[in-house]
């Protein structure tokens, strides 16, 4: 016979740690860290850990806008230094099996075009890696670009992106708005520095040489061939770019300027209201240099707000090292910190912080028009962004959460807070946003032009933006938290794309963080709300595999190599966020069959928690990029699946939320109270 679940947590743990007091002031130790985080605006925001590209590319952008007295400068070279591997490479998440190529090569060329001397330590390591790891042939188009721009790599050596592409109709599959929302917004100001191919190159004594070791003339600057069959669309794309760019050096014509023209219009147009573009960096800096180019000095109002942008809170200091953020998450945090807050038993009237956060976060609501438009007209905005500014990409992800947060508030705060409105413009915007396959994408709908992929400029992120398991289940949890179950002709279509999305294992892959046990930490709360039988024979799959995957400390773990490497699904150290993952998705389930696996999770927790209230936690668990190129899963049991990346996630961008740690154990510590105070009345036979 299964163990109760108040059994099970004093089985699992020591004394100290079992009695549901011990659970009672683990939550309110958390719910003290988390007042006491709070801004006092109301919003919260944690750091954002990324690769040390955002470092590097910003000491290489300071570079070409001829800007070496900026006060961050010498703390960002810190960042640079401290991120360093003990093989000289850098890292693209932490504790990758390897570094990577690229960023390591854009992190030396940075700390060159700082005066770093190559016979440092640090160079020469960093050195001897690079050229052991196929020298600079081997980085990708972003950093071969990078090098063209300081005078390090020939234009004729990177793709072409001709400015001609923002005069194309939306039907072509060129069209700029058939290419992901953060694609777009990096490729306009690219398609200006690759049209102008400006050069500002690094300093006589800064140059990169010695990465040239048979000189720079026996160098092979030729794009590697993508395609693997003569007759691909990679192949035909390869000889149209290398055509392009023959045409490209022998033309100036009018067209030419009219689409530069447009291209700097809608760069200047899209600046958010605080400086940055797209609320993330790569097409900001990008941003940034093509304005330059196209004869915008540094003083002008767009070019210094854009810079000025770049100081707190998008830089942060740490340990005496300035990081640069590649985004900021303050919508995110503050709705999953809500919801953490929500289910643990806050008390929402008499709370001031949670009225601060909820006003906070009404006033974020978008209410302007945006780029998600111009192929999905007719739909009136009502979402929500990740960022603080970011108003022409609100997202569904965030606009599900903060859905959730709301419909489970609105009774409490009743003519308080004005929900309702909120509410309805949030839902009618989401069910605008569901795609052709009964889903949903993050930023567009139907954004699935699988072509757009194949150009040789992408080799690194994703081009396109299709629809995720993970999205999807957020958008079901909120249905369900606004009373709509199976009946409704949309939750059911999304609960069978969800279905057949399902792994063989019983798992489902995590597009938006790491990796199966996101999924299917997403899911199976999700199908809960919605009023599926979590008795189904495919619930239970994948709650057994959750168990399954459970560490010998109770904690679950996963690392981002599982993108690439299958034997890795649900594998790695225990994490506080994971650990909260798998707890949630086992809760939602409800079975007692779990109880055990529950209360050996919860003593995890309680056992790791600080004393302080929180969690520590050094681990990527959010993703940015795969890096499979295409914008969804691979299968990579399939023989025709091998990538350019191995583990190291060289195409991929992975990412450390540093609040993760802390709302995502508190959620399920809250759901857990629950579970154990009122069982459920249904029971699962063993």
Same mark, same amino acid.
């Given at each position: 016979?299964?163990?109760?679940?108040?059994?099970?947590?004093?089985?699992?743990?020591?004394?100290?740690?079992?009695?549901?007091?011990?659970?009672?002031?683990?939550?309110?130790?958390?719910?003290?860290?988390?007042?006491?985080?709070?801004?006092?605006?109301?919003?919260?925001?944690?750091?954002?850990?990324?690769?040390?590209?955002?470092?590097?590319?910003?000491?290489?952008?300071?570079?070409?806008?001829?800007?070496?007295?900026?006060?961050?400068?010498?703390?960002?070279?810190?960042?640079?230094?401290?991120?360093?591997?003990?093989?000289?490479?850098?890292?693209?998440?932490?504790?990758?099996?390897?570094?990577?190529?690229?960023?390591?090569?854009?992190?030396?060329?940075?700390?060159?075009?700082?005066?770093?001397?190559?016979?440092?330590?640090?160079?020469?390591?960093?050195?001897?890696?690079?050229?052991?790891?196929?020298?600079?042939?081997?980085?990708?188009?972003?950093?071969?670009?990078?090098?063209?721009?300081?005078?390090?790599?020939?234009?004729?050596?990177?793709?072409?992106?001709?400015?001609?592409?923002?005069?194309?109709?939306?039907?072509?599959?060129?069209?700029?708005?058939?290419?992901?929302?953060?694609?777009?917004?990096?490729?306009?100001?690219?398609?200006?520095?690759?049209?102008?191919?400006?050069?500002?190159?690094?300093?006589?004594?800064?140059?990169?040489?010695?990465?040239?070791?048979?000189?720079?003339?026996?160098?092979?600057?030729?794009?590697?061939?993508?395609?693997?069959?003569?007759?691909?669309?990679?192949?035909?794309?390869?000889?149209?770019?290398?055509?392009?760019?023959?045409?490209?050096?022998?033309?100036?014509?009018?067209?030419?300027?009219?689409?530069?023209?447009?291209?700097?219009?809608?760069?200047?147009?899209?600046?958010?209201?605080?400086?940055?573009?797209?609320?993330?960096?790569?097409?900001?800096?990008?941003?940034?240099?093509?304005?330059?180019?196209?004869?915008?000095?540094?003083?002008?109002?767009?070019?210094?707000?854009?810079?000025?942008?770049?100081?707190?809170?998008?830089?942060?200091?740490?340990?005496?090292?300035?990081?640069?953020?590649?985004?900021?998450?303050?919508?995110?945090?503050?709705?999953?910190?809500?919801?953490?807050?929500?289910?643990?038993?806050?008390?929402?009237?008499?709370?001031?912080?949670?009225?601060?956060?909820?006003?906070?976060?009404?006033?974020?609501?978008?209410?302007?028009?945006?780029?998600?438009?111009?192929?999905?007209?007719?739909?009136?905005?009502?979402?929500?962004?990740?960022?603080?500014?970011?108003?022409?990409?609100?997202?569904?992800?965030?606009?599900?959460?903060?859905?959730?947060?709301?419909?489970?508030?609105?009774?409490?705060?009743?003519?308080?807070?004005?929900?309702?409105?909120?509410?309805?413009?949030?839902?009618?915007?989401?069910?605008?946003?569901?795609?052709?396959?009964?889903?949903?994408?993050?930023?567009?709908?139907?954004?699935?032009?699988?072509?757009?992929?194949?150009?040789?400029?992408?080799?690194?992120?994703?081009?396109?933006?299709?629809?995720?398991?993970?999205? $999807?289940?957020? =958008? %079901?949890? *909120?249905?369900?938290?606004?009373?709509? #179950? !199976? &009946?409704?002709?949309? @939750?059911? /279509? +999304?609960?069978?794309?969800?279905?057949?999305?399902?792994?063989?294992?019983?798992?489902?892959?995590?597009?938006?963080?790491?990796?199966?046990?996101?999924? $299917?930490?997403? =899911? %199976?709360? *999700?199908?809960?709300?919605?009023?599926? #039988? !979590? &008795?189904?024979?495919? @619930?239970? /799959? +994948?709650?057994?595999?959750?168990?399954?995957?459970?560490?010998?400390?109770?904690?679950?773990?996963?690392?981002?190599?599982?993108?690439?490497?299958?034997?890795?699904?649900? =594998?790695?150290?225990?994490?506080?966020?994971?650990?909260?993952?798998?707890?949630?998705?086992?809760?939602?389930?409800?079975?007692?069959?779990?109880?055990?696996?529950?209360?050996?999770?919860?003593?995890?927790?309680?056992?790791?928690?600080?004393?302080?209230?929180?969690?520590?936690?050094?681990?990527?668990?959010?993703?940015?990029?795969?890096?499979?190129?295409?914008?969804?899963?691979?299968?990579?049991?399939?023989?025709?699946?091998?990538?350019?990346?191995?583990?190291?996630?060289?195409?991929?961008?992975?990412?450390?939320?540093?609040?993760?740690?802390?709302?995502?154990?508190?959620?399920?510590?809250?759901?857990?109270?629950?579970?154990?105070?009122?069982?459920?009345?249904?029971?699962?036979?063993?």
């Amino acid at each position: 016979m299964a163990l109760t679940a108040q059994q099970a947590v004093r089985a699992a743990s020591r004394p100290d740690h079992a009695s549901a007091s011990s659970l009672d002031a683990a939550i309110d130790a958390a719910i003290g860290w988390a007042i006491e985080d709070q801004d006092p605006k109301g919003f919260w925001v944690g750091m954002l850990e990324s690769n040390p590209s955002m470092e590097a590319e910003w000491i290489l952008c300071m570079h070409f806008l001829g800007i070496r007295d900026d006060p961050k400068y010498p703390g960002v070279v810190r960042a640079l230094l401290a991120k360093q591997r003990a093989d000289g490479s850098w890292e693209n998440y932490r504790h990758a099996p390897k570094g990577d190529i690229s960023t390591t090569v854009e992190c030396y060329a940075a700390l060159r075009a700082a005066g770093h001397d190559p016979n440092s330590a640090e160079l020469v390591r960093a050195r001897d890696w690079i050229l052991s790891h196929g020298g600079l042939a081997k980085v990708r188009v972003f950093t071969k670009m990078w090098l063209a721009l300081i005078g390090e790599w020939p234009w004729d050596g990177t793709p072409t992106l001709p400015p001609e592409l923002i005069l194309l109709p939306t039907w072509v599959p060129f069209n700029i708005y058939r290419f992901a929302s953060w694609a777009r917004g990096t490729m306009v100001p690219l398609c200006i520095l690759s049209a102008k191919r400006p050069v500002r190159p690094l300093p006589a004594e800064s140059r990169l040489d010695e990465l040239f070791p048979g000189g720079r003339d026996q160098m092979n600057y030729a794009l590697p061939r993508r395609g693997k069959r003569f007759f691909s669309w990679e192949t035909l794309f390869h000889g149209i770019d290398r055509l392009a760019n023959w045409v490209g050096k022998r033309s100036v014509y009018p067209q030419r300027r009219e689409a530069i023209r447009l291209c700097v219009e809608w760069i200047i147009e899209r600046q958010e209201a605080d400086g940055c573009w797209g609320g993330i960096q790569p097409p900001w800096v990008y941003s940034l240099m093509a304005l330059n180019v196209a004869g915008y000095s540094i003083h002008h109002p767009v070019l210094a707000k854009g810079l000025e942008a770049f100081n707190a809170p998008w830089a942060y200091e740490r340990d005496g090292a300035t990081f640069i953020q590649a985004c900021m998450s303050p919508v995110w945090d503050t709705v999953l910190m809500l919801l953490a807050l929500v289910d643990c038993g806050h008390d929402y009237l008499n709370s001031e912080p949670v009225r601060k956060a909820l006003r906070w976060v009404l006033d974020e609501q978008v209410h302007a028009p945006g780029d998600w438009q111009e192929l999905n007209p007719g739909v009136e905005p009502g979402g929500w962004a990740f960022e603080f500014e970011n108003d022409c990409y609100p997202d569904v992800d965030d606009t599900a959460v903060a859905l959730i947060v709301l419909a489970r508030l609105r009774r409490s705060v009743n003519g308080h807070l004005p929900l309702a409105d909120a509410i309805d413009r949030a839902a009618n915007w989401v069910r605008g946003m569901v795609c052709k396959n009964g889903a949903w994408a993050a930023f567009d709908r139907d954004n699935t032009g699988y072509l757009v992929a194949k150009i040789p400029f992408m080799d690194f992120g994703e081009a396109i933006d299709p629809p995720s398991v993970d999205v $999807t289940a957020h =958008v %079901l949890e *909120a249905f369900g938290a606004l009373g709509q #179950d !199976m &009946s409704d002709p949309m @939750v059911a /279509r +999304a609960v069978e794309y969800i279905k057949a999305e399902q792994e063989d294992d019983g798992s489902w892959f995590g597009r938006w963080g790491v990796n199966h046990i996101y999924g $299917t930490g997403a =899911v %199976l709360p *999700a199908l809960e709300a919605v009023g599926e #039988d !979590m &008795s189904s024979l495919y @619930v239970r /799959r +994948a709650a057994d595999w959750i168990v399954e995957r459970q560490n010998e400390d109770g904690g679950w773990g996963e690392t981002c190599a599982s993108y690439m490497d299958l034997s890795q699904r649900g =594998v790695g150290p225990s994490t506080a966020s994971q650990t909260g993952w798998a707890l949630m998705a086992l809760l939602a389930v409800g079975y007692h069959h779990y109880d055990e696996a529950i209360g050996r999770g919860l003593a995890y927790l309680m056992t790791t928690q600080r004393p302080d209230g929180t969690w520590d936690e050094e681990e990527y668990t959010g993703t940015g990029f795969p890096g499979y190129g295409q914008g969804h899963r691979i299968d990579l049991s399939q023989p025709d699946a091998a990538l350019p990346q191995g583990t190291e996630l060289g195409r991929g961008f992975m990412i450390n939320y540093n609040l993760y740690r802390h709302y995502f154990p508190l959620m399920a510590m809250g759901r857990a109270r629950e579970h154990l105070g009122q069982p459920r009345l249904a029971e699962a036979a063993d």
